[in-house]
């Protein structure tokens, strides 16, 4: 499976220790250049650890960097999300990937404009425990830490719904 990552997903993943979770999940990981840059070469300047981890998996051939070639006129979808965004979607369809991964509303709503699946952050650990990678108490643990950071920034409410997705699928449902 070939996924395109923009970067909250890396972001957050990484700021939970789960960007493991990713190699574990997909074959192919992607992101643009210009994620690349707001992801590693900011974060490093600013000393995130979470883009030391993504610097790392890029170094090792796990992520790969692809420069994409923005269009003269932007297509219509594009109103209204940053470069970043912008880049990952292009790239998305220009690999034809199986998912894009990405955490912003209005960017899943671009991708999906352009005819791309998405998912965010939530999702992508909802994958893992339903593939047997994490347990319910380990989700439920990710849940209460991106409750309690404020250095991530999903809403309460996606995070409740998940909870109680993820009680379901394990057999659990549970307050």
């Given at each position: ?35 690349h ?18 610097a790392?998996l890029?170094?090792?051939?796990l ?73 319910l ?17 999903i ?21």
């Open positions: 499976m070939k996924v395109v990552s923009n970067a909250g997903p890396l972001i957050t993943l990484g700021k939970l220790g789960q960007l493991g979770l990713l190699l574990r999940l997909y074959q192919e990981i992607f992101i643009s250049q210009e994620v840059t707001e992801v590693v070469v900011k974060g490093l300047e600013i000393g995130e650890p979470d883009a030391s981890a993504t790392f890029v170094n090792q051939g992520i790969r960097v692809r420069k994409i070639e923005f269009p003269s006129s932007l297509p219509e979808w594009s109103v209204g999300i940053d470069e970043g965004e912008i880049s990952t979607i292009l790239l998305a369809l220009h690999l034809q990937a199986d998912w894009i991964l990405i955490d912003d509303l209005q960017a899943r709503r671009a991708a999906r404009a352009a005819g791309l699946r998405s998912k965010g952050s939530i999702g992508i650990l909802l994958q893992g425990l339903r593939a047997g990678y994490l347990s108490a380990e989700f439920e643990l990710l849940i209460h830490m991106i409750r309690n950071r404020r250095d991530l920034w809403h309460p409410h996606l995070c409740e719904l998940a909870l109680q997705e993820a009680r379901r699928f394990a057999g659990r449902d549970r307050v």
